[in-house]
């Protein structure tokens, strides 16, 4: 099977710049994740995200 490789998102873009420019840091690191276990956790997750932000 080859290999596919896709193009990088914006997103994904600035995040290698950073490293780039500040190696080793946490500046473009992820701090967490959730793991949803249905749709419906998905809008109670995102309501109570947004709450806690507010």
Known sequence: MKDVYYPLTY??????YTE???PGTS???LSGFTKLKSEEGIDSFLL???KLYD
């Open 11 to 16: 997103a994904q873009k600035r995040i290698w």
């Open 20 to 22: 780039q420019f500040y």
């Open 27 to 29: 500046i473009s690191t």
């Open 48 to 50: 109570e995200t947004i």
